[in-house]
Nanobody
Framework: QVQLVESGGGSVQTGGSLTLSCGVS????????VGWFRQAPGKEREGVAA????????HYVDSVKGRFTISQRNAKKTVYLQMNSLKPEDTAMYYC?????????????????????????RGQGTQVTVSS
């Protein structure tokens, strides 16, 4: 049974930092695309970052480049999202999702962060609130 469990959300002020964790089970961990997504009220779901667990290739949305870092600890089958310099516009429900690293989700060695529908398994989400 595939299971993803997030933790680490919370409330911070502008400029603050949070680290989200996503524990992955039920998959062959070494051949996955794992993505972090967010959805704010009234807005479309947005892929924030994605990582290929096999070779570590990463893809970010432009709005978080230089501020967010996706990483993994293979032994713990956990993917992290370190979020620095948070802004009010980062406020959203964040969740992780995973799927086997195959085409079309995986292309040219990069896991897409935009093909949201290809990520078949997702966690319950964790709220991130950034106040000004």
């Amino acid at each position: 049974q595939v299971q993803l469990v997030e933790s680490g959300g919370g409330s911070v002020q502008t400029g603050g930092s949070l680290t989200l964790s996503c524990g992955v089970s039920g998959y062959n961990y070494n051949s996955l695309c794992v993505g972090w997504f967010r959805q704010a009220p009234g807005k479309e779901r947005e892929g924030v970052a994605a990582i290929h667990t096999g070779d570590g290739n990463i893809h970010y949305v432009d709005s978080v480049k230089g501020r967010f870092t996706i990483s993994q600890r293979n032994a713990k089958k956990t993917v992290y999202l370190q979020m620095n310099s948070l802004k009010p516009e980062d406020t959203a429900m964040y969740y992780c999702a995973a799927a086997p690293a195959t085409w079309p989700l995986l292309s040219d060695g990069i896991c897409s962060r935009s093909r949201v529908g290809e990520y078949k398994s997702r966690g319950q989400g964790t709220q991130v609130t950034v106040s000004s």
